[in-house]
């Protein structure tokens, strides 16, 4: 039902991490300065500008003088040592990367690599953004410890759920991020809540009603609201470093495992949801909730977590308590 990691396997998943989080550390601290500064001559005088991006577009911060030259050399300096600290970080996060795929570790499609990482460099992992769908079942095997052999794998596209409880005000989180990794991406006109690239790679958009309102009006693309995303919102997200199938890294914050099977069981009974999605929905709910009850000890699955369950799922909860499995390391193999 699980085969656990081999020593060599989760040495190398804790080395990523680590490593993933001195590179995003420094990432981070670069995306926080200004694009550029530079002196500009005009009119026979000189100022300081802070450049926006790489067309040279920005803003005069003043006259010439004693006190920018200061800051014009202390951003240079700083730039210089970030670049260091980035590329340093990165030979050894490289490495790593290498290690956990030569090793086989649980892989994403390597699409949704710069989305994630992009997402992560904007601070938008840490509660603007969940990742649902199929590729948060690589997050839970990490979290799990191990291989769930018979899980579906990942289809052509990728699911992200909007969980910002801060209310945006004409701030584009969502579509600055999408357009910085490939400027193609363009919105889906038949479906609003969905972006696609050159290559026809799909993003696909997702949000509870309770969190609807905090998108900014102007922001991309737009979501439905659906009331069953409010059951993602709920518990413990995973947060794991995974491997993407070309070797890149990238973290993903993935809904509470319980709650994200139960909402697969769920769905996979929809007439609403696409036929030929309900068998993955059930197969895939299914040996998530066994890997929770297996090897999540800290993802409790008992009278005290499903008495908090909405009656629309506790029949579900029921169905597989009738044949959870044994938590015993006999269930390894």
Same mark, same amino acid.
């Given at each position: 039902?699980?085969?656990?990691?081999?020593?060599?396997? +989760?040495? !190398? =998943?804790?080395?990523?991490?680590?490593?993933? /989080?001195?590179?995003? $550390?420094? *990432?981070?601290?670069?995306? @926080?300065?200004?694009?550029?500064?530079?002196?500009?001559?005009?009119?026979?005088?000189?100022?300081?500008?802070?450049?926006?991006?790489?067309?040279?577009?920005?803003?005069?911060?003043?006259?010439?003088?004693?006190?920018?030259?200061?800051?014009?050399?202390?951003?240079?300096?700083?730039?210089?040592?970030?670049?260091?600290?980035?590329?340093?970080?990165?030979?050894?996060?490289?490495?790593?990367?290498?290690?956990?795929?030569?090793?086989?570790?649980?892989?994403?499609?390597?699409?949704?690599?710069?989305?994630?990482?992009?997402?992560?460099?904007?601070?938008?992992?840490?509660?603007?953004?969940?990742?649902?769908?199929?590729?948060?079942?690589? +997050?839970? !095997? =990490?979290?799990?410890?191990?291989?769930?052999? /018979?899980?579906?794998? $990942?289809? *052509?596209?990728?699911?992200? @759920?909007?969980?910002?409880?801060?209310?945006?005000?004409?701030?584009?989180?969502?579509?600055?991020?999408?357009?910085?990794?490939?400027?193609?991406?363009?919105?889906?006109?038949?479906?609003?809540?969905?972006?696609?690239?050159?290559?026809?790679?799909?993003?696909?958009?997702?949000?509870?009603?309770?969190?609807?309102?905090?998108?900014?009006?102007?922001?991309?693309?737009?979501?439905?609201?659906?009331?069953?995303?409010?059951?993602?919102?709920?518990?413990?997200?995973?947060?794991?470093?995974?491997?993407?199938?070309?070797?890149?890294?990238?973290?993903?914050?993935?809904?509470?495992?319980?709650?994200?099977?139960?909402?697969?069981?769920?769905?996979?009974?929809?007439?609403?949801?696409?036929?030929?999605?309900?068998?993955?929905?059930?197969?895939? *709910?299914?040996?998530?909730?066994?890997?929770?009850?297996?090897?999540?000890?800290?993802?409790?699955?008992?009278?005290?977590?499903?008495?908090?369950?909405?009656?629309?799922?506790?029949?579900?909860?029921?169905?597989?308590?009738?044949?959870?499995?044994?938590?015993?390391?006999?269930?390894?193999?």
């Amino acid at each position: 039902m699980l085969r656990s990691f081999t020593d060599e396997q +989760a040495r !190398a =998943l804790v080395n990523l991490r680590q490593r993933y /989080e001195v590179w995003i $550390e420094a *990432a981070r601290a670069r995306a @926080a300065l200004p694009y550029d500064l530079r002196r500009k001559e005009v009119s026979g005088k000189a100022y300081l500008y802070e450049i926006r991006d790489r067309s040279g577009n920005g803003k005069s911060l003043g006259p010439w003088s004693d006190e920018l030259k200061n800051r014009f050399e202390a951003f240079r300096a700083e730039k210089q040592q970030l670049k260091e600290r980035i590329e340093a970080s990165r030979i050894a996060l490289d490495e790593s990367s290498r290690l956990a795929r030569a090793l086989r570790v649980p892989m994403i499609a390597s699409e949704a690599g710069p989305i994630l990482r992009e997402a992560d460099r904007r601070g938008l992992l840490d509660g603007t953004l969940l990742v649902v769908g199929t590729n948060a079942v690589a +997050a839970y !095997a =990490l979290e799990a410890g191990g291989f769930m052999p /018979e899980i579906p794998d $990942e289809t *052509a596209g990728f699911d992200l @759920a909007w969980a910002e409880t801060e209310q945006q005000d004409d701030v584009q989180l969502l579509w600055d991020m999408l357009k910085a990794v490939d400027p193609t991406f363009t919105v889906n006109t038949e479906r609003t809540f969905q972006a696609r690239n050159a290559k026809a790679y799909e993003v696909e958009i997702l949000v509870a009603p309770s969190r609807a309102q905090t998108m900014a009006r102007t922001d991309r693309p737009r979501p439905v609201p659906l009331p069953e995303q409010e059951w993602l919102l709920v518990g413990q997200p995973v947060d794991q470093v995974v491997i993407c199938r070309d070797g890149s890294p990238a973290r993903i914050v993935a809904p509470d495992p319980r709650w994200f099977a139960l909402q697969k069981f769920w769905m996979s009974e929809q007439p609403k949801r696409n036929p030929l999605k309900r068998g993955k929905d059930a197969k895939q *709910a299914l040996l998530i909730l066994n890997a929770v009850a297996l090897a999540m000890p800290h993802y409790p699955l008992n009278d005290e977590f499903s008495a908090k369950l909405p009656d629309e799922l506790k029949p579900y909860y029921s169905r597989w308590s009738a044949q959870r499995p044994e938590t015993s390391t006999a269930s390894w193999r």
